[in-house]
């Protein structure tokens, strides 16, 4: 920080991802993409076996986690918020 407590402008831009984040999604999209996960994966789903919170997670890291609707009712109206993290 510089005098009057105003920031300078060194650093990293704001929403940048680190090199951490950046390998962590190359590697979820590397599983993802492969074609034998994608047929066990499929395997899995046909069977009823599919563990979603893993894949639900992965898909995450890979492509982003979707925005989420919160709807509230509050009697006279409804009202649909949308929280994107």
């Known amino acids: 920080m510089a005098r009057n407590g105003t920031k300078t ?17 190359a590697w979820a999209r590397a599983i993802v993409d492969d074609p034998q996960v994608r047929e066990v994966l499929l395997e899995q789903a046909r069977e ?5 919170e893993i894949l639900k997670t992965l898909l995450a890291y890979a492509f982003g986690k979707p925005p989420e609707v919160v709807s509230r009712d509050d009697g006279s109206e409804t009202r649909t918020i949308q929280i994107t993290f």
């Open 9 to 25: 402008g060194g650093g990293s831009r704001k929403g940048r991802p680190n090199k951490r984040t950046q390998d962590g999604e």
């Open 48 to 52: 009823g076996t599919l563990p979603t």
